[in-house]
């Protein structure tokens, strides 16, 4: 990504992210909303759980060694990491080792929505719409800074979407 190209950048409370970052970069600790930790010993359990053909009522990230597991409803939007994906639940940014392809076939379609090759956003939280010249945003979370980029070929299917075509 060039400096400077929103298309390509997210900020969020602070932390910015861009899909230059290295895979496998953990974002600093936080406090976390809605997770639970679980042990490596018990995720192979977990995993047989989640593949009975439902969608998983949990989603894995990464923290301190240790797989923790989030709520789809806690996640306001993805970004790509080349094979990796981070997740932004408004408080933090999470380190998920799903490619955000294999995350989007476990969301919800209904409740979430891919603004860009790079980022998915959960639809019950977005808050706002934005155009800037031939550049479009979507407001998500309660913290005015969280601005998810839309690429110009969705522009018109999220106008839709959000009921302000």
Not at 53 to 64: A, N
Not at 113 to 118: E, G, Q, Y
Request: hydrophobic residues 35%; charged residues 25%.
């Amino acid at each position: 990504a060039v400096p400077g190209d929103d298309a390509q950048r997210v900020r969020a409370g602070g932390i910015e992210l861009s899909e230059t970052a290295e895979p496998g970069e953990a974002p600093p600790p936080g406090t976390g909303r809605g997770t639970a930790s679980v042990s490596l010993s018990r995720a192979s359990t977990l995993k047989s759980d989640m593949d009975g053909g439902d969608l998983p009522t949990r989603i894995p990230y990464e923290r301190d060694k240790t797989i923790r597991f989030l709520a789809p409803s806690a996640i306001l939007a993805a970004q790509a990491d080349g094979h990796y994906t981070h997740l932004l639940n408004g408080q933090e940014v999470l380190f998920c080792p799903w490619s955000i392809s294999r995350l989007e076939e476990a969301l919800d379609r209904g409740a979430f929505v891919r603004t860009h090759r790079s980022f998915i956003v959960n639809r019950n939280h977005i808050n706002g719409f934005r155009r800037d010249g031939n550049k479009a945003y979507c407001l998500v979370g309660d913290d005015e800074d969280l601005e998810i980029p839309v690429s110009r070929g969705r522009i018109a299917e999220l106008r839709e979407l959000l009921d302000i075509a």
